[in-house]
């Protein structure tokens, strides 16, 4: 069964403190391994898609980075409106089109 | 213009009743799914429909029904609510083709109090 794991479940940052939230995690034949974003009160918003080893994607102050075993999405001088709980999620070939998620990680980035 | 646009946003109700949430994309997509998000924020797959053809159909309750009229609706019908049946219910979509179907968008969820 697929399986995942973030960490830290709750960090703080102050504002420009950049630093890293970790997905771990557990697939028979990684399909992809998506970052959502969610605010409170709000569905998750879609941010990525990583599809292999070595892969990397950026938006705006975002980074996500994939390995065989995990992924990292690294926040870079971070502001105050990146406050939200961070989810990761993965779909692997035997349960195509069924994503698994980890619990996220709630950041909060204080001025 | 609402990607996903679901109804209620927030139930209360109490136990034994019966209650449902309506789901609708504009996306075009194929693919829809409802999750259910618990108080601890992990969000788990109930059910998925591809053009209206049930799909996924995890170890959910016989009292929760979906039914998807067309591709672009998808509602879920609560039969006798219990208590631990509270919960935020997200509808996402999807497209279909290739590993896209892994890029969901949701609606803002509706939450589900059962007194």
């Known amino acids: 069964e697929d399986q995942v794991t973030q960490s830290p479940e709750a960090l703080r940052l102050q504002e420009g403190e950049s630093s890293s939230l970790n997905c771990s995690y557990t697939?028979?034949?990684?399909?992809?391994l998506f970052w959502y974003r969610q605010d409170p009160g709000k569905g998750p918003e879609f941010l990525f898609t990583?599809?292999?080893a070595g892969e990397e994607k950026e938006k705006e102050r975002l980074k996500a980075t994939l390995t065989k075993k995990e992924s990292f999405l690294h926040i870079t001088a971070p502001k105050p409106e990146d406050s939200a709980t961070y989810l990761c999620?993965?779909?692997?070939?035997?349960?195509?089109?069924?994503?698994?998620f980890g619990d996220g990680t709630t950041l909060t980035v204080k001025p | 213009d609402t990607a996903v646009s679901q109804t209620p946003k927030y139930l209360v109700t109490q136990m034994g009743n019966d209650k449902s949430i309506k789901c609708e994309q504009n996306?075009?997509?194929?693919?829809m799914y409802w999750y259910k998000q618990d108080s601890k924020k992990f969000l788990k797959i109930m059910f998925s429909y591809n053009n209206k053809e049930l799909i996924i159909n995890e170890t959910v309750p016989n009292r929760f029904s979906p039914k998807s009229p067309d591709k672009a609706h998808l509602n879920l019908h609560i039969n006798s609510l219990e208590l631990g049946d509270s919960a935020v219910y997200f509808c996402?979509?999807?497209?279909?083709?290739?590993?896209?179907?892994?890029?969901?968008?949701f609606g803002e969820g509706s939450r589900l109090t059962v007194l």
């Open positions: 999620a993965v779909q692997g070939y035997t349960n195509a089109g069924k994503s698994t």
């Open positions: 996402a979509s999807s497209r279909l083709i290739g590993v896209n179907t892994g890029e969901l968008f």
């Open positions: 996306l075009g997509h194929d693919t």
């Open positions: 697939v028979s034949g990684l399909r992809g």
């Open positions: 990583l599809y292999s």
